[in-house]
């Protein structure tokens, strides 16, 4: 697996963890996955399958688990900072959909010196940046405003570089293309 797209929020560039993104970068960092749709597989081939945004259609192997944190492989090493599934044990093959991301810091500021833990570390090429640009809808639940997209009209747009403080007015979402 040497091309992934993944999402990145303005936030973890805010917070000082990364600098602005702009394509044709290298950069190194681990990615992080959301895997609640996982499940035990009888597959024993990895699999990374794209389905769109930063989702994957995988079959990975479990390759390391504590009550924390979980990291699983499917051509990628990418690592979960939650209670693992009971049946997520080391050896142990899932597959389901995930979404993939930046790691925020959780792997670079301390998760990378646990003892066991496998080096998530990638050296990426940053190749195309993509802002959402999905219009937003308003409501006003018990009187408090809430946010949400219009998932109905979900669009991107391609950008030169990240503009975190700025691109939606500093709420940005955006889609790194990576590839190694």
């Not at 000082?16 to 749709?37: I, K, P």
């Not at 940046?129 to 747009?157: K, M, V, Y």
Request: proline content about 4%.
């Amino acid at each position: 697996m040497n091309e992934l797209v993944v999402g990145l929020n303005s936030w973890i560039i805010q917070d000082g963890n990364y600098g602005e993104f702009r394509c044709g970068d290298s950069c190194r960092f681990a990615l992080e996955f959301g895997g609640s749709a996982l499940i035990p597989s009888d597959e024993t081939t990895t699999r990374c399958q794209y389905k769109g945004t930063s989702e994957y259609d995988v079959v990975a192997k479990v390759i390391f688990s504590t009550p924390q944190v979980w990291v699983i492989d499917f051509g990628v090493k990418v690592f979960c900072e939650s209670r693992p599934p009971k049946f997520a044990t080391v050896g142990q093959w899932v597959q389901g959909e995930v979404w993939i991301g930046v790691d925020p810091y959780f792997y670079k500021e301390r998760l990378h010196r646990m003892q066991g833990m496998p080096d998530l570390f990638i050296d990426w090429r940053v190749t195309r940046i993509q802002l959402e640009n999905t219009p937003w809808i308003e409501s006003a639940p018990e009187g408090r405003t809430l946010r949400t997209r219009d998932r109905a009209r979900e669009a991107w747009i391609d950008r030169a570089a990240t503009d975190a403080w700025t691109d939606d007015g500093g709420g940005a979402d955006y889609l790194l293309s990576l590839s190694r």
